[in-house]
């Protein structure tokens, strides 16, 4: 099974910018779809955006469009979750997840997970 491992959560202003960083172990990264989760306490996961094995991207949370960006490096195995302006709103654990799926957007259809990173806005 695929290992993920995220990176650059931490503690920022509001305002302020963050940017999650998800490696992939092992082969065949460019034909998955990656996925960035988020849940805050109390509330469900939400799928907040995605970089397609096409090379698309999709932000599917509305609450952050036009704020935070997705992107890929399949040369690195890497995918990018860049987050701007970020508000109280967005604090949560964030995780990324891959999906063989083209285009799956429930937490079910996502298969390899990471352990998350903690994204807290806080002045």
């Known amino acids: 099974q695929m290992q993920l491992v995220e990176s650059g959560g931490g503690l920022v202003q509001p305002g302020g910018s963050l940017r999650l960083s998800c490696t992939a172990s092992g082969r065949f990264f460019s034909f998955l779809t990656m996925g960035w989760f988020r849940q805050a306490p109390g509330k469900e996961r939400e799928l907040v955006a995605r970089a397609l094995s096409n090379g698309g991207t999709t932000i599917n949370a509305d609450s952050v469009k036009g704020r935070f960006t997705v992107s890929r490096d399949n040369a690195k195995n890497t995918v990018y979750l860049q987050m701007n302006n970020l508000k109280p709103g967005d604090t949560a654990v964030y995780y990324c997840?891959?999906?063989?799926?083209?285009?799956?957007?429930?937490?079910?259809?996502?298969?390899?997970w990471g352990q998350g990173t903690q994204v807290t806005v806080s002045s």
């Open positions: 997840a891959a999906s063989v799926a083209p285009y799956p957007d429930r937490s079910t259809d996502f298969t390899s």
